[in-house]
C-alpha cells in the first residue's frame, strides 16, 4: 500500500467542485453547479468536550436559534438576526417544569433535542437524570421574553430527538431507550406521537401516545439486528430496538425512525400511533470499486482501497425530501457500537481468536489481513459475521458506511456516497486525515468509522436540493447536489477548523474552531436574516454555534 503525499495544511478550509472532482462518482466531472460556504459568525460557549453545543433550531420570525446545551441541561436561546455576530439572549431551563402526569422534570435531567414549529411553538426533549426512567417534552414559546415553560408532558425512557410533522399538528419523539450503565435496568425503546394544540401552549397528557416494538417480540424481520444480552425479560427485542432519529413525510402522515445499533428502519402510523414495519438496512460492501475505506491508524499513510470487509450502515441522523413527485430518505451513516456492563460489542480484527472470540475462517482469510498496516487494527462487530455453526468469523462487519445514503421509503437505496468522504477529506487536508475532534493528529480514526458522518440537514436553493452532511470526527460540511437522487453529485466542503490548534494538547480551544459537528440546520432566503440561505451548526465538542452563508 503506497501512502499519498501528505502536506502541511491547517485553517479554515474550503474545497468546492471548481477544485475538485469527486473520486467516487465520474458523472462529477460534468457538473456545472458550484456551491460555497462562508462563515459569517460563531457563538461560543466556551466549554471543550462537554455537549454544550448539540442540536440547532431556528426560528424565522424572531430570528433565533435555539441550540441544545446538553452539559447544562438546558437550551441557549441566540439572537441570529446579525449572522456575523450572534448573541445570547437567556436559557430556556427545563429542571422543575411540571408535566401533565403530575411529575415534574427532574435537577440533573439532560436536555437532548430541540425543534421549534411555523408558529413558535417550541419543544425539547429532556432524558430523567438515570436515563433510563421515562424522560419528558418540555414546551416553550420561541417568541416569548422571559424563557419561561409553557408545561410538559410525559414520554418514554431516553427521548433522544424530537421533530414537529410538516403540518404542525404532531410531534414525534424517539425514545431510546438505552440501558443502564452497569446493565441493572434495560427499558424498552419506543416513539412517542404527541397530538400537539393549534395555539402556542402546551398540550395534555392525555395528547400522547406510543408506538412500540411488541408485536416483533417473536418475529424479528430478517436482517434486524437484534443481539447481546438484557435484563428485560418481558420484551427483549423491545429493549433491542432503540430509536435514534426521525423524518416525517411531506404529508404528515408517516414517521421514519433510524434503529442505529438494529442497522434498521421503522415505518410508524402517526394517525394510529403503531409501528407498521421495520426493515434492515443490510451492509455495504467495501471490496468493491468506489466503496473503499483506510482501515488502520498504523499504515504509515492515507491508504483508501478495496477491503473484504462490509459496513453496516447504522445511520444516526435522516432526513426526507421529494423529487419527482416521490418522496426519499437520506441518512447519515455513522456507526455506533454497544456497550453495556461486561458486554463490548467491538473487537479489533488482529484479537479474533482471543478472549473467547471465534478465530477468522481460514478458508476465508489470509492471515496477513490481521496485520496492523492491513486489517488487524480495524474495528468490527462481533455480533455479526459468523459461519452458520459459530465456529468462525466468515465475514467482517464494520461499524458505519463512511459515507450517506439515499433511499426510497420502503428502505431499497438509491445511491451512496462511497468513499468520497474520506477521498475529499484527504485531499482538502491530507497532513490531518481522518484526525479525531479533540486533538489534531493524522490517521488517527481510520481503525474506527472514519471521518464519521453524524447528522446532515437538506435544503432547497433554486430549484435544485442539497444535502450539507456533518462530519463528526475531522469536522466540516460536505456539500452534495441530490436533486436527482441516483445520480448525486459532490459540490463543496468547508471545514471551519484550525488544525494547528490541538485543544487536547493545551490548544487555546478559542483559536480552534469548529470541532465535532453534531446538530445542522438549514435556513432558506426567506426566513434568513440576509436574504441568502445560512446553515447553523452546532459542535459538541468545541461547544460553538456558527451560521454559514451557502451561495449556489
Known amino acids: 500500500m503506497r501512502p499519498l503525499l501528505r502536506a502541511a495544511a491547517c485553517g ?40 454544550a453545543a448539540e442540536i440547532v433550531s431556528y426560528d424565522a420570525r424572531s430570528r433565533r436559534l435555539f441550540v441544545v446545551n446538553a452539559a447544562q441541561a438546558k437550551v441557549e ?40 414549529r411555523a408558529d413558535g411553538l417550541g419543544a425539547i426533549a429532556v432524558e430523567a437524570p438515570d436515563k433510563v426512567s421515562p424522560g419528558w417534552v418540555v414546551f416553550f414559546d420561541a417568541r416569548g421574553r422571559d ?22 399538528d404532531r410531534l414525534v ?23 400537539v394544540p393549534h395555539s402556542v401552549r402546551a398540550p395534555g397528557q392525555r395528547s400522547v401516545r406510543t408506538a412500540d416494538f411488541h408485536r416483533y417480540e ?22 433491542n430496538l432503540e430509536p435514534e432519529y426521525v423524518t416525517v413525510d411531506r404529508h404528515s402522515r408517516t414517521a421514519y425512525v433510524t434503529l442505529q445499533e438494529a442497522d434498521a428502519l421503522a415505518v410508524v402510523d402517526l394517525r394510529s400511533a403503531r409501528v407498521t414495519s421495520v426493515k434492515s438496512l443490510g451492509a455495504k460492501d467495501h471490496s468493491r470499486p468506489g466503496n473503499g475505506m483506510d482501515t488502520s491508524d498504523r499504515d504509515g499513510g492515507i491508504a483508501i482501497r478495496q477491503v473484504p470487509v462490509y459496513g453496516l450502515y447504522m445511520p444516526d441522523g435522516i432526513h426526507s425530501y421529494t423529487s419527482r413527485g416521490r418522496e426519499y430518505l437520506v441518512t447519515a451513516n455513522e456507526g455506533d457500537a454497544r456497550e453495556w456492563g461486561d458486554y463490548v460489542e467491538g473487537a479489533r480484527v488482529k484479537d479474533l481468536g482471543d478472549d473467547g472470540l471465534p478465530p477468522l475462517c481460514a478458508d476465508v482469510f489470509d492471515e496477513s489481513v490481521t496485520e496492523d498496516e492491513d486489517l488487524g487494527r480495524l474495528n468490527v462487530t462481533t455480533a455479526s459475521g459468523l459461519r452458520a455453526d459459530g465456529s468462525c468469523y466468515e465475514k467482517l462487519y464494520a461499524f458505519g458506511a463512511r459515507s450517506f445514503s439515499i433511499w426510497t421509503t420502503d428502505g431499497r437505496q438509491v445511491y451512496d456516497s462511497g468513499d468520497s468522504f474520506e477521498r475529499v477529506t484527504a485531499q482538502a487536508n491530507p497532513e490531518f486525515f481522518n484526525s479525531d475532534h479533540t486533538s489534531s493528529d493524522f490517521d488517527s480514526r481510520s481503525d474506527d468509522k472514519g471521518p464519521e458522518p453524524e447528522n446532515l440537514a437538506l435544503g432547497e436553493i433554486n430549484g435544485r436540493t442539497y444535502a450539507f452532511v456533518g462530519l463528526e470526527r475531522v469536522g466540516g460540511l460536505a456539500v452534495y447536489d441530490i436533486t436527482d437522487p441516483r445520480h448525486a453529485r459532490f459540490v463543496a466542503y468547508r471545514n471551519n477548523r484550525d488544525f494547528s490548534v490541538s485543544v487536547e494538547d493545551g490548544g487555546d480551544l478559542a483559536a480552534a474552531g469548529d470541532l465535532g459537528p453534531e446538530g445542522v440546520t438549514f435556513i432558506p432566503a426567506k ?26
Request: glycine content about 10%.
Open 173 to 195: 419523539v424517539a425514545n431510546e431507550g438505552e440501558p443502564a450503565d452497569d446493565f441493572s435496568t434495560d427499558p424498552e425503546g419506543s416513539v412517542a406521537v404527541v397530538d
Open 218 to 239: 417473536h418475529r424479528v424481520p430478517p436482517g434486524v439486528r437484534v443481539f447481546g444480552p438484557t435484563v428485560n425479560e418481558r420484551f427483549p427485542v423491545s429493549a
Open 527 to 552: 426566513d434568513s436574516p440576509t436574504h441568502t440561505p445560512l446553515v447553523a451548526v452546532a459542535n459538541e465538542v468545541s461547544g460553538t454555534t456558527t451560521l454559514f452563508r451557502v451561495t449556489a
Open 12 to 51: 479554515s478550509v474550503a474545497v468546492a467542485v471548481a477544485g475538485l472532482v469527486s473520486p467516487s462518482a465520474a458523472a462529477d466531472r460534468d457538473l456545472r453547479t458550484t456551491v460555497t460556504l462562508a462563515p459569517l459568525g460563531t457563538y461560543s460557549t466556551g466549554v471543550f468536550d462537554e455537549s
Open 147 to 168: 424563557g419561561q415553560a409553557l408545561g410538559a408532558v410525559r414520554v418514554g425512557a431516553l427521548p433522544d430527538m424530537l421533530t414537529f410533522t410538516p403540518d404542525g
Open 77 to 116: 436561546v441566540l439572537d441570529a438576526s446579525r449572522p456575523a455576530t450572534p448573541r445570547k439572549l437567556f436559557d430556556l431551563a427545563t429542571a422543575g417544569v411540571r408535566a401533565g402526569d403530575g411529575s415534574s422534570v427532574a435537577e440533573g435531567a439532560v436536555a437532548n433535542s430541540v425543534d421549534v
